[in-house]
């Protein structure tokens, strides 16, 4: 990967556009306890920059309804346009994603942002938003989400 140094002529290959894809759909009663794309499926594609590193934020509107269960939204991204290419980034609660509280029975807002590196300079990528349920055996799947969103920002 290639660093841009202090005096160096930045290109506009160097930092490609910020990208972001956000949906406001309601998805009530989430039954799920793996990690799914719902619908519509929130994704964007992005290039990655000279250095190789982005910022990525995942984030969304959640409520545990009955405040027994849990709802986590994460990122996934894959080499190419599409979830056909190479994943890159699976989903993963610890690394790429929120854990709503299973106390708030009103919606509330969250996101987690984390830094990827390691990525071809120039090369297409494709990240988008997966969600899934905890079932605590209180009361089963009585997570909702009012919003999901993913964003990439190029960094140096």
């Known amino acids: 990967m290639t660093d841009i140094l202090v005096g160096s002529k930045v290109k506009a290959a160097d930092f490609p556009a910020s990208v972001w894809a956000q949906d406001a759909t309601e998805i009530l009663n989430i039954t799920s306890t793996t990690f799914i794309t719902g619908s519509p499926v929130v994704a964007t594609t992005f290039v990655a920059p000279t250095s190789g590193r982005v910022l990525v934020f995942v984030g969304g509107a959640a409520r545990a309804q009955t405040g027994d269960n849990r709802v986590f939204i994460v990122a996934n991204v894959f080499l190419g346009t599409s979830a056909a290419g190479?994943?890159?980034?699976?989903a993963s609660v610890g690394f790429t994603g929120c854990g709503f509280s299973l106390a708030a029975t009103n919606y509330y807002y969250q996101n987690r942002t984390f830094q990827m590196s390691g990525m071809t300079p120039g090369s297409t990528?494709?990240?988008?938003v997966m969600y899934s349920a905890t079932n605590t055996g209180v009361t089963d799947n009585t997570c909702d989400i009012a919003c999901r969103e993913i964003g990439v920002i190029p960094i140096s």
């Not at 990528?125 to 988008?128: D, E, I, L, P, S």
């Open 125 to 128: 990528y494709y990240a988008r």
């Open 86 to 90: 190479t994943e890159v980034l699976s």
